[in-house]
């Protein structure tokens, strides 16, 4: 064997010994998932002794074991002195060995005289890459002929440990993807925090520049217009990076509320009465329902920023002529069937305020339900203009469920959409 040959096997052998690392199977606790096999084999093959042996470089550890005895059988391992199922690993081959007493290889195996291994029949345990990893082995203590029955049983057992074993593999580099992902967002939501805040003030300073303009005497009309869209959209834009702000302090849990008793029907009034200037542009027409006397205990401020969000957004995708409709009432936990979080409800959740704000606009597609509250998420619809930041609604969601409520929507193509959610009502009626 020329240098270069061993070359080869040495880098196949270190691929092979980081392949079994990966699987994270190397003196981890026995798994009723690995033992069924071994109990299979041992009882259809009728062998006092069945392995899941896995194969490294200085032993062999046994994943699962049926009829070994002691004190290998507390140790849960060999030195490969006394190991058959390393030849497996070589060969990346079946062996069947019917008197290891009389093997011209295997008759000096420690295995032999320490652990009375005489018959012996083992599968390798190769990945879909080529790396054996160890052998599925039945042992016998007396002579045995292995039939190609026995053989057929034994690789159908260990196809299944492989496939169960690979699983494992596929499973922990998805999960390590996933922690490299979340590291990759995190970076983003600094780096976004961080732009945002460098944003912030020159926009302020901005923004009090065309303040002072404003007030400093009267401008030319053409000037007067000019100087009032440059701070109209400033203001819209010093807003925007506010909202983003205030999402990154949500998401990293410092969204603080100010909880004071209100009435529901007064903060819906408010948010009604600040959006009626655009409704009516709009061609469109809000109407106030209220189905209750409960009042609850919520941060004033947010939850009015909550509705303007929605029927903003009913607003954005209701043609004209269109109607909104605004509403409060009594939430039972049996009342919505269909809430997508429906396994997180625990004893605590009684009854609720149920806001809804319901729209005769276009409808939202199926697809679009569970990305529509992520940050800067639109949903394309044809019949209106697009104008929505995709702030509002992860907001107002992060804001329901600081609550302690949840938000959720339901819509229908052409039929309009229907954005409910709940805050927890106040013991007594307001």
């Not at 392995?51 to 074991?65: G, H, I, M, W, Y």
């Not at 600094?190 to 404003?214: C, K, T, Y």
Request: a negative charge; proline letters at 4%; aromatic letters at 6%.
């Amino acid at each position: 064997m020329d240098d270069e040959q061993c070359s080869t096997i040495g880098l196949l052998e270190l691929e092979r010994l980081a392949t079994l690392q990966s699987t994270a199977l190397l003196d981890s606790p026995a798994e009723e998932a690995f033992d069924q096999f071994t109990r299979l084999a041992s009882t259809i093959l009728e062998t006092p002794v069945a392995l899941v042996s896995l194969v490294d470089q200085n032993r062999q550890f046994f994943k699962s074991s049926v009829g070994l005895s002691e004190p290998w059988n507390q140790a849960r391992q060999t030195p490969l002195s006394h190991s058959f199922c390393k030849h497996v690993v070589q060969m990346s081959e079946p062996l069947s060995v019917a008197d290891a007493r009389i093997h011209p290889v295997l008759q000096k195996n420690l295995a032999v005289s320490e652990l009375g291994v005489v018959a012996y029949l083992g599968i390798p345990l190769t990945t879909s890459q080529g790396h054996t990893l160890g052998s599925f082995c039945v042992i016998d203590s007396k002579p045995r002929q292995w039939s190609d029955r026995d053989a057929s049983i034994l690789q159908n057992l260990a196809n299944l440990v492989i496939e169960k074993i690979e699983l494992r593999i596929f499973a922990k580099q998805l999960h390590g993807d996933y922690l490299a992902l979340r590291q990759l967002e995190l970076y983003r939501d600094e780096m976004v925090e961080m732009l945002v805040h460098d944003l912030r003030n020159p926009m302020s300073s901005f923004l009090a520049g065309l303040e002072l303009i404003q007030i400093s005497g009267e401008l030319p009309q053409l000037c007067q217009e000019y100087v009032d869209l440059a701070y109209e959209g400033g203001n819209e834009l010093l807003g925007m990076i506010n909202r983003i702000l205030e999402i990154s302090k949500a998401e990293a849990g410092h969204l603080k509320l100010d909880l004071k008793r209100l009435s529901p029907s007064e903060v819906i009034a408010s948010a009604c009465s600040q959006m009626a200037p655009l409704a009516e542009k709009s061609g469109i027409t809000i109407c106030q329902q209220m189905h209750t006397q409960l009042s609850c205990t919520a941060d004033t401020k947010k939850l009015h920023r909550v509705l303007v969000n929605l029927i903003s957004n009913a607003i954005q995708h209701t043609p004209r002529g269109g109607n909104i409709t605004v509403s409060v009432q009594a939430d039972e936990p049996a009342d919505n069937p269909q809430r997508p979080d429906e396994e997180t409800r625990d004893s605590h959740d009684a009854i609720a305020l149920r806001f809804s704000v319901i729209d005769t606009g276009q409808g939202i597609p199926d697809q679009a339900f569970e990305k529509i509250f992520h940050k800067f998420s639109q949903v394309k619809n044809s019949q209106v203009a697009e104008a929505s930041t995709g702030l509002g609604l992860p907001f107002s969601r992060m804001v329901v469920e600081a609550h302690g409520g949840r938000i959720w929507l339901e819509s229908e193509l052409g039929e309009g959409t229907r954005f409910h959610f709940t805050i927890p009502a106040s013991q007594t009626n307001g």
